[in-house]
T-cell receptor, first 116, second 112 residues
Framework: DQQVKQNSPSLSVQEGRISILNCDYT??????FLWYKKYPAEGPTFLIS???IKDKNEDGRFTVFLNKSAKHLSLHIVPSQPGDSAVYFC???????????????WGLGTSLGVNP | KAGVTQTPRYLIKTRGQQVTLSCSPI?????VSWYQQTPGQGLQFLFE???????NKGNFPGRFSGRQFSNSRSEMNVSTLELGDSALYLC???????????FGPGTRLLVL
């Protein structure tokens, strides 16, 4: 059973426009969420995270929004650049003390293509 | 600060063989996790080690095992390789008190 779902396998956006990547989760105990970016043949790179006590976190061109009632989070990239073309993974964790005995649950990823 | 390193980067084995992959975490990171990535399956969690002890385990058969050394370096072993074990194996490290994991470049394993 997929507890973290990224329902769009792929997304195509024009350079300069906004990219919105979505992630839904089913476990209401999740209290920390992360987004990673992955290029082919490389390991995932951490992008941005958000705690469940917040509903928004911003870092440069990247903003993550969390809607706890809908169990939904989204990653906004503005403006999108061709170098943003990669697979984006959403991950969530729950339980235990922060960082201890906690396991990240991953979505299957969304492949973003930014067209020049 | 150096990132997570994994060796080897590429490996070709045949069915029935065994393989050992190595991971050196970021300095100061004592927690190491291993993941398997295959097309269409995302990142599947294998196990996590901290202070030389396995702390978490995913749903993989006993052919997949690991260990961690006193310097936090970790190894993963897969015995009796099957074709379906062909995948990218990723190692990630983190500080125990933090959520964010930092990944190595992965080892691409091909089983023929």
């Amino acid at each position: 059973d997929q507890q973290v779902k990224q329902n769009s396998p792929s997304l195509s956006v024009q350079e300069g426009r906004i990219s919105i990547l979505n992630c839904d989760y089913t476990n209401s105990m999740f209290d920390y969420f992360l987004w990673y970016k992955k290029y082919p043949a490389e390991g995932p790179t951490f992008l941005i995270s958000i705690s469940s006590i917040k509903d928004k976190n911003e870092d440069g061109r990247f903003t993550v929004f969390l809607n706890k009632s809908a169990k939904h989070l989204s990653l906004h990239i503005v403006p999108s650049q061709p170098g943003d073309s990669a697979v984006y993974f959403c991950a969530a964790s729950a339980g235990g003390n922060a960082g201890n005995n906690r396991k990240l649950i991953w979505g299957l990823g969304t492949s973003l293509g930014v067209n020049p | 600060k150096a990132g997570v390193t994994q060796t080897p980067r590429y490996l070709i084995k045949t069915r029935g063989q065994q393989v050992t992959l190595s991971c050196s975490p970021i300095s100061g990171h004592r927690s190491v996790s291993w993941y398997q990535q295959t097309p269409g399956q995302g990142l599947q969690f294998l196990f996590e080690y901290f202070s030389e002890t396995q702390r978490n385990k995913g749903n993989f058969p006993g052919r997949f095992s690991g260990r961690q050394f006193s310097n936090s370096r970790s190894e993963m072993n897969v015995s009796t390789l099957e074709l379906g074990d062909s995948a990218l194996y990723l190692c990630a490290s983190r500080r125990r008190s933090q959520e964010t994991q930092y990944f190595g470049p992965g080892t691409r394993l091909l089983v023929l």
